[in-house]
């Protein structure tokens, strides 16, 4: 419709020659040498009012082409090393935890511990009435000793000591054998007469049986010795039984399979100990052993164990030994932790696996309390050469993310990925490299090749 595009402000030139024939011929219009009809007149000035409105317009970039350059500051782009994590809340719970209840009936004398009081392993939490009990041991220790009077021993021979000899060496066994020797000399004295032809075989036979009546003596000796010998372990097994129950008066923090290799590993400073999470009894109190009543619960506050669940697309990610960053309410600080456990399957329900991460809890000023809430990046691997911006660096329009990057004199206009985010810095990737300068302010006034001045 025009020969040029119309530049904006400029005032358009068909305008300008219909307002000049106006003014030039109020009554009339020409166009070439002939007058136009009134009719054709207006229709041509309302194309002439109707063409700068379908002139070709300069795109609108927010910016003047032909603008002074723009101040604006810049930062590098940064290459850093970046661990990648995976993110999980869950619950802090104690290493151990335990309830202790009675074996034995009673009345509760005295409780020596009470909520919050740290018990090492072995330690006495709370005392029954042991009146009963000791006189059980009493009459058990009694008993044993009847039996042994009997055996002529000072104690229940051991596992690995002869029975049989044992038994010949009891008095009672030592007799009857003596007996039955003596009747067999006699037989053999008697037969070797009547083989000389002397005696009768009616004392041979008498001989004979008394032979017979001294060896059924002697074994029977010998079995009732051995009967008091296993009487006296039974005896010597009730009486454990009851000292058993004496000491069982006391209720003691359990002695773990564990403590001896915790200490051998963390030393004094870290002792394996717990802590009183609950006290259920009180001074005065009876107890039952049946139904059980329990009496104190247990934790074991180092280390604590996070449980959390992983969504199902982490599954190749987690693994075992791998550090963790575990934060609380509390504390304004992370927390060190490795993964401990990884479950062998997903939970069908919402589709995640567990996880159980251990958190040491060694340190005074910032103690850490089961049961508390946690959030945890799990550090599956680390990246090299990581681009970073500023977050200032950022623009975002129409959900297309660009940074300007510095080119020479001019605003580059660069489109980016967004990754990590911190405080301090983004993650991003596109055509950029380490080193580069991107635009930290004055973005909204600079589009892809606007003319730019850096401040110092």
């Avoid at 029954?128 to 000793?145: C, Q």
Wanted: glycine share 6%; hydrophobic share 45%.
């Amino acid at each position: 419709m025009t020969e040029h595009a119309q530049r904006p402000g400029e005032p358009s030139p068909v305008r300008g020659r219909v307002r000049t024939q106006l003014e030039s011929h109020p009554t009339r219009l020409e166009l070439g040498t002939h007058p136009a009809p009134y009719g054709a007149r207006l229709a041509v000035l309302a194309l002439a009012l109707l063409v700068p409105a379908c002139a070709p317009r300069a795109a609108d970039t927010g910016a003047k082409a032909d603008a002074a350059p723009v101040a604006v500051t810049v930062e590098p782009v940064k290459a850093v090393t970046l661990a990648r994590t995976v993110s999980v809340v869950g619950t802090l719970d104690p290493y151990r935890e335990v309830t202790l209840a009675p074996k034995v009936d009673g009345r509760v004398l005295r409780v020596r511990r009470d909520i919050g009081d740290s018990v090492y392993p072995g330690e006495a939490l709370l005392e029954l009435d042991d009146h009963d009990y000791r006189l059980d041991v009493e009459i058990a220790r009694r008993g044993l000793e009847a039996e042994l009077a009997r055996l002529e021993l000072e104690a229940v021979p051991g596992a690995g000591a002869d029975v049989a000899k044992l038994i010949e060496a009891v008095p009672a066994v030592a007799r009857a054998k003596a007996g039955a020797e003596e009747a067999a000399r006699k037989l053999e004295q008697q037969t070797k007469l009547l083989d000389r032809g002397g005696g009768s075989r009616e004392d041979v036979a008498v001989v004979a049986a008394e032979r017979k009546v001294a060896e059924a003596a002697l074994r029977q000796v010998q079995t009732e010795a051995r009967s008091a010998m296993v009487n006296a372990r039974k005896l010597q097994a009730t009486l454990e039984q009851t000292e058993q129950r004496l000491r069982d008066t006391v209720v003691r923090a359990p002695v773990t399979d564990e403590w001896a290799a915790w200490a051998a590993v963390l030393g004094p400073a870290v002792p394996f100990r717990y802590a009183v999470a609950q006290r259920m009894v009180w001074e005065g109190e009876m107890v039952r052993a049946m139904p059980e009543k329990n009496v104190f619960r247990l934790v074991v506050c180092h280390p604590l164990k996070l449980r959390a669940a992983v969504p199902e697309k982490h599954a190749p990610e987690v693994r075992a030994g791998q550090p963790a960053a575990v934060r609380v309410e509390a504390f304004d600080r992370p927390f060190r932790g490795v993964v401990r456990r990884v479950a062998p399957t997903v939970d069908a329900q919402n589709r995640t696996f567990g996880v159980e991460v251990d958190v040491p809890n060694n340190d005074p000023a910032a103690p850490l309390k089961p049961g508390s809430f946690a959030r945890a990046e799990l550090e599956t691997r680390t990246d090299e050469n990581v681009l970073t911006v500023p977050p200032a660096a950022l623009v975002t329009f129409a959900g297309v993310t660009k940074v300007f990057v510095l080119d020479g004199d001019k605003a580059k206009a660069v489109p980016v990925r967004v990754g990590r985010r911190d405080r301090d810095w983004v993650e991003v990737t596109g055509v950029l490299a380490a080193g580069a300068r991107v635009i930290t302010s004055g973005q909204t006034q600079l589009v892809d090749g606007s003319a730019i001045r850096v401040r110092e």
